[in-house]
Structures are given as structure tokens and as C-alpha cells.
Nanobody
Framework: QVQVVQSGGGLAQPGGSLLLSCKIS????????VGWFRQVPGKEREAVSC????????YYSASVQGRFTISRDSRRNTVSLQMDSLKPEDTGIFYC?????????????????WGQGAQITVSS
């Protein structure tokens, strides 16, 4: 049974940093894709960043490119999202998701297993 457990998040001031982590368990192999998605009230879940099984592919949305960094530690089955230079428009609930089919497209519908979500609030 695949489980996706998130940690991190919280409140930051504009220009600040936060770290989100996601521990994935239950896959019989390590070549699963992982993505981070953000949702705000009244809108669909949108992609923030995705990483392929061997980290050879990384995707960032235009709004976070250059500010966020996705990484994975295959020994610990953990994927992290380092968020720097945070802006108020980054506010939302961030979800980690994993899929065993590999990274085909960084969209929510491509991911089967989801974490519990974490609130990120960027405000002064």
C-alpha cells in the first residue's frame, strides 16, 4: 500500500523561505514520479514542480522557476521542495503526489497517490 506523508509548511514573510518534505512508502521500486501541487479556494489544483524517478527530469511552473528547488533522496524515499523568495501569491495548500507510472506530464490527473496537504501562507 502506497503512502504519501508530508511534513513542513506554515507561515512565512514575503522574501522568506520554507521547506516541504514528502516521504513515500509502499512502491516496490524507486522509479516513481513525485509532484508538488498547489490549490487555492475555488481553483483547480495546479502544478508547482515535479521530479522523475531518477531525478533526471525536473519541471517547475513559470511562477516558481528560479525560486523553488525540488530534490529527492532515494535512500530515504523522500522528496523535498525548498521554497525561497516567497511571495504572497504562493499562498495555498500544497500537496505532494506520487505515481508509479513515471513522469509523463506534471499535471494533477497524472498522479494517483496523494499526501494530506500542508497550508503555506505568505504574509507580512
Amino acid at each position: 500500500q502506497v503512502q504519501v506523508v508530508q511534513s513542513g509548511g506554515g507561515l512565512a514573510q514575503p522574501g522568506g523561505s520554507l521547506l516541504l518534505s514528502c516521504k513515500i512508502s509502499g512502491f516496490p521500486y524507486d522509479r516513481y514520479a513525485v509532484g508538488w501541487f498547489r490549490q487555492v479556494p475555488g481553483k483547480e489544483r495546479e502544478a508547482v514542480s515535479c521530479i522523475s524517478g531518477l531525478a533526471e527530469e525536473k519541471y517547475y511552473s513559470a511562477s516558481v522557476q528560479g525560486r523553488f528547488t525540488i530534490s529527492r533522496d532515494s535512500r530515504r524515499n523522500t522528496v523535498s521542495l525548498q521554497m525561497d523568495s516567497l511571495k504572497p501569491e504562493d499562498t495555498g495548500i500544497f500537496y505532494c503526489a506520487a505515481d508509479g507510472a513515471g513522469l509523463h506530464d506534471c499535471v494533477a490527473t497524472e498522479f494517483e497517490f496523494w499526501g494530506q496537504g500542508a497550508q503555506i501562507t505568505v504574509s507580512s
